[in-house]
């Protein structure tokens, strides 16, 4: 079975400049979260899909950055325009339905902005 | 909110030793607690999980022991080995949220 896939692996734009990151979960996992690590300090939460509906976007940190979940399976997130405190590594990961179950991560989108 | 903090953010130990890497939570209402292992270049890998109505969890080689009184996690590795050298990461979840909050994380490294 597939695990959670993301690409780019590695990212390098300006300021200023528009990324999309993209993340495939693995298949039937209806729980998908977007986390990421800023500069080796720890890994923070960004928001959590039910299949294509957003249930928490509270980590979101501005509204530079849009995440979409169009027909419940892969998602994309955009940062435009992206800043410097925009670097970092971006984590993707998935689970199933259910009260408690594990997130599986992918291997992340290293975004470096210049 | 919930913070999570690492005791130590590096870790020595000799190959064959065992290891143990602590956490602190600081939310009492926190009730999901997983370890997770992060290799150079991977995603956090999944390690064990403990819920708040356990204070022990045995995995192989790995043991999870929960101190809910003073909020505090720890991951016990026996007879740790070369392939064991990583970031462990501990994370918290609390009620119907599910999101995660992880702590900095612990770079383990073992010595030949």
Not at chain 1, 10 to 15: D, L, P, Q, R, T
Not at chain 2, 81 to 88: E, F
Not at chain 2, 89 to 111: D, E, I, K, M, N
Request: charged share 20%; hydrophobic share 30%.
């Amino acid at each position: 079975e597939a695990g959670v896939t993301q690409f780019p692996s590695h990212s390098v734009i300006e300021k200023g400049q528009t990324v999309t990151l993209r993340c495939d979960p693995i298949s039937g996992h209806d729980n998908l979260y977007w986390y990421r690590r800023v500069m080796g300090k720890e890994i923070k939460f960004l928001l959590h899909f039910v299949k294509e509906s957003k249930q928490d976007e509270s980590g979101m940190p501005n509204n530079r950055f849009l995440a979409e979940r169009t027909g419940g399976t892969y998602s994309t997130l955009k940062v435009q325009p992206a800043e410097l405190e925009d670097s970092g590594v971006y984590f993707c990961a998935s689970s199933q339905s259910g009260t408690r179950s594990e997130q599986y991560f992918g291997p992340g989108t290293r975004l470096t902005v210049t | 909110g919930e913070s999570v903090g690492l005791h130590l953010p590096t870790l020595s130990v000799q190959e064959g030793d065992n290891s143990i890497i602590n956490c602190a939570y600081s939310n009492s209402a926190s009730d999901y607690f997983i370890w997770y292992k992060q290799e150079s270049g991977k995603g956090p890998q999944f390690i064990i999980d403990i819920r708040s109505n356990m204070d022990k969890r045995q995995g192989q080689r790995v043991t999870v022991l929960l101190n809910k009184t003073v909020k505090h996690l720890s991951l016990q590795i026996a007879a740790t080995q070369p392939g064991d050298s990583a970031v462990y990461f501990c994370a918290v979840g609390s009620g119907s949220a599910r999101q995660l909050t992880f702590g900095s994380g612990t770079q383990l490294t073992v010595l030949p």
